[in-house]
């Protein structure tokens, strides 16, 4: 029976693990090989407990991003410092990791549906469909699926809900923070958008240097703190408050030391 164990969303966790190898192997030169992922913060990855934690982080591309943090993620859990070098981190990858991604984004097409295998948690956007907007109730079945996951393990999500930079935080992330009371940890990437195209399946540019920072929890008053107050929290936290407008973007530096001096500036 070991070989058709099933998560809390019925995937068969043999499959999935064939999944998350495969792809990683296929994907592993897109972030060590023809570019290069400057990774901070593993350490942090280590020391966190096996489930109710919740990544969140801005979004540049629908795929890329998803799919660095589940090589940083196994690579930290198995002991490389910064880095993703070796690809046999994922031989017995963590198996509980999902990620919130739209329903229309995860239906369209052969790859995307088994992209969604390897852990996502789809939800109807409440404020847009089929590139129009629109007003919706939240479906009570994706928050519900979202406290499904946390008590299985971990969850990334992207709380601006798209690939634009500087737009606002969904309040939905606020309130699945108050109800289930997560760890909150902050993760702030760059260089995705010019390495890859929009869906972030195709490389765009080679030769480019990803930024992939993992900061510390935040220290959330989960009884006290209001909506408005963990917004503005969370847009400081992965640096889309709009005070870091006159930051330079990281995805225009192409070597180390010009992220570094920008790194020293920003903290």
Do not use: C
């Not at 969370?234 to 330079?248: D, R, T, Y």
């Amino acid at each position: 029976m070991g070989l058709f164990k099933r998560n809390p969303f019925g995937h068969i966790l043999f499959l999935k693990r064939w999944l998350i190898f495969f792809f990683g192997a296929l994907t592993h030169r897109r972030y060590r090989g023809f570019n290069q992922l400057k990774i901070d913060g593993s350490e942090i990855i280590r020391d966190l407990p096996p489930t109710n934690v919740l990544f969140i982080s801005n979004h540049q591309t629908y795929f890329a991003d998803v799919v660095a943090m589940f090589h940083v993620f196994n690579a930290s859990l198995k002991g490389r410092e910064d880095n993703i070098n070796n690809v046999g981190y994922l031989w017995k990858p963590k198996l509980n990791i999902y990620y919130v991604a739209a329903k229309e984004t995860m239906k369209a097409g052969l790859l995307p549906r088994i992209l969604s295998y390897a852990g996502a948690i789809t939800v109807e956007r409440t404020w847009r469909a089929k590139g129009a907007d629109v007003k919706r109730d939240v479906n009570p079945n994706d928050t519900e699926n979202i406290k499904i996951a946390l008590n299985d393990g971990w969850v990334i999500t992207f709380p601006q809900g798209t690939t634009k930079p500087f737009k606002p935080i969904r309040k939905g992330t606020a309130h699945i923070i108050k109800q289930h009371k997560p760890l909150v940890v902050p993760i702030v990437i760059d260089g995705f958008r010019r390495s890859f195209d929009k869906k972030g399946l195709r490389t765009k540019k080679k030769g480019i240097l990803q930024s992939f920072i993992i900061k510390e929890p935040l220290k959330i008053d989960y009884e006290n703190d209001s909506v408005e107050q963990i917004v503005e929290q969370i847009e400081f936290a992965i640096e889309q408050h709009p005070s870091f407008l006159k930051v330079i973007p990281l995805d225009i530096l192409e070597t180390e030391e010009e992220l570094n001096k920008q790194r020293e500036w920003r903290y």
